[in-house]
């Protein structure tokens, strides 16, 4: 069965790998989008999904818009019976939905209809979810609004992240789709109508999700720290011996039962840096200070020492 894979971030590759070893699919085309400036020289730079297209030896395309009538032409000609859409950052129109003979479907990380949009990933572990997972479903015009065919789930650990969460989530997804479509190309897939009621919406990221307002709970700080790790990154400002600084908080833990000012801290030891929130406080154990590298909690105090009494806070 020849499928035609739309992906771009690094959530796609584990699916296009999967697919094209797959005994039952060939990959016959890959859109991707264009390669991008990125660094302080702006070099331009191929998504990660393009560097695997390549290694995998698929055809790649890189339109600027999938209106374009050349490249919806060119996957016309492939016949394809399958469109998988994985992490593409574009919108697919109806005439590219349903260029395939079995229709598109598209692997998402979260349980829908809850958390449709860009960052379910984050929002789940920023909103203190104790579960979450990946849905394959049949795709329409709405965002993240079709059918679902397969879903399974997955408890969010204590010692998650968004890196460890994501590097799941794609791999979970990558099995998942084969299933999917094979269920789907055999008349044997249930489509089931998602319960709009019950949607939810992940936004997008932006610079004020990444700003830690020490009063909110323990618990709250907490998780932003590892939604955003490793990157953007959760951040505050300290004052320094030369001046206030940017530090990012990159990894943490939290403790109950401690009491203090929010985003004093209120103990240093071998564990890290123990910062007062309501209802307890969030143990720093991996910094960045701003225009340098990650640091230890360690590190960061040979270098910048700090002293019980301190506080970090969100703007100063």
Known sequence: MKIVFFGTADFACPTLRRLARHPSFEVVGVVTQPDRPKGRAGKLTPPPVKLLALDLHCKVFQPESLKSPTILSQLKYMRPDFSVVVAFGKILQRDALDLPRHGS??????????????????????????????????????????????????????????????????????????????????????????????ASYAQKITRDDELIFWETSKRRVWNQIRALYPGPGAYCHIQLEKGPRMVKLLEADFERFVSGEAGEIIKIDKEGIHVASPKGAVIVKELQLEGKKKMSAAEFLRGYPLKVGQRFVSKL
């Open 105 to 198: 479907f598209n692997v998402h990380a979260s349980l829908l209809p809850k958390y449709r949009g860009p960052a379910p990933i984050q929002r789940a572990i920023m909103d203190g979810c104790e579960e979450t997972g990946v849905t394959i479903m049949k795709m329409d015009e709405g965002l993240d609004t079709g059918d679902i065919v397969l879903q399974q789930s997955t408890h969010i650990r204590d010692t998650d992240n968004y890196e460890t969460l994501h590097n799941r989530l794609s791999e979970m997804g990558a099995e998942l789709i084969g299933e999917a479509l094979l269920l789907a190309a055999d008349g044997r897939a249930r489509f089931i109508p998602q319960e709009n009621k019950e």
